[in-house]
């Protein structure tokens, strides 16, 4: 049966002290839903930009955030297969328990290839082996053990391990990642959708393979592992959680001033501006597909009667900036 060692070091006990208070501020701290929402697109740009990357399709962060936007009809299809797992993963979350099952068909949604690899790799467990080991990775998640174990641990264990023994023929980087965030959502690590490690992994690739090659499956020790992921952690949490503090402040002064209500279709145009930068009368048909140049335009006048957008120009040219 897979039990995991590990040591509850002092850096992993400060790293985990320092996540749960940043998970605090953020879940608990109101700021404006637009402010919100752009949060989790910044995060979910840089969440999807490097799932692309790890599958050799290296777009820029604007041509990601058009495609999620549905602003460009020219859509890859690593980006649409990458897109269906994430509502996978995001709809598979409201279960708490897993089994091998639920992985293969994330693998499925991911690749169009359900089945474990069925070719030997160095220093891996054979292809026969796969099944046996990772039911016995879920008994041990699903036991008393494992349910006692701190989500946070129990989330690095399971991307340190299905990573380490590389079960599909393609992708492992990122189904592993998804395994884990899989595990962490459905534990209530999920926080707002607004922090995701891929950015970390990436810019401390050589401590993520130092880290990961330390992770040994004769022994099942992974403490190495679980502090390189648990600083991960409260690094990027503690960046997010100053974040929220600063657009709190902001959002108790809009409050204040009356700024705050804002209409569904206001809130889109604020977002679009935050994400582009400019908003032109010939892009009120792709952000607005169904509504009326004269509604839209009412809504722009009103933002900026408000003091949050600013105009330049006129009739046709006009452009609209944040103020």
Known sequence: MFVPEYSITPKVLKNISIIEYAKAVIENTPILPSWENQLKKEAKVILVQGYLINMGLNLDGLKVKGYLDNLDNNTPLEFMDLIKTLDLVGSLSQKKDFTEIEIREIAKTLTHKGGYRDTKISKKPNPEELLALIVQFFD?????????????IAAAITKGFFEKIVP?????KIISSLISLLFLNSAGYDLKNIVFLE?????????YESALLNVSLESADFTSWIEYFTEGMSIELSNVKEKIKLLARDTKIAKATGRVKFTSRQERIVEYLQDYGVLQNKDFEKVFPDISEDSILRD????????IIQKSGSTKSSMYELA
Do not use: A, C, M
Not at 140 to 152: A, C, F, N, R, V
Not at 168 to 172: C, D, T
Not at 199 to 207: D, G, L, P
């Open 300 to 307: 722009l006048k009103v933002l900026i009667g408000k003091g």
């Open 168 to 172: 599909f023929k393609s992708s492992n």
């Open 199 to 207: 950015n970390y992994f990436e810019k401390t690739r050589r401590e």
């Open 140 to 152: 041990w998640l699903q036991s008393l053990d494992g349910k006692e174990t701190h989500p946070i």
